[in-house]
């Protein structure tokens, strides 16, 4: 893990994290914890860039599994 230090954080800003971590029955930790996880979370954007990345990588898929997976759900 990792400490990260925030210097200069507005009063208001500082007041709706503590209440938005008392709210939940979290500390105010946890709360800008969470604040940063959703900040870097990839969007949309990113997400179907790496799928299209992994499309062009793993190349055309071609053939019908209906029957493969016919075959393996019955062996059970």
Request: glycine residues 4%.
């Amino acid at each position: 893990m990792v400490d990260i230090l925030v210097r200069n954080v507005d009063e208001a800003t500082a007041r709706r994290l503590k209440e938005k971590a008392a709210a939940k029955g979290a500390s105010l930790s946890e709360a800008a914890r969470e604040a940063l996880a959703a900040y870097v979370k990839p969007d949309k954007a990113e997400l179907w860039a790496k799928a299209e990345a992994l499309r062009k990588k793993i190349g055309k898929v071609s053939g019908d599994s209906t029957k493969l997976i016919r075959e393996d759900r019955d062996s059970r």
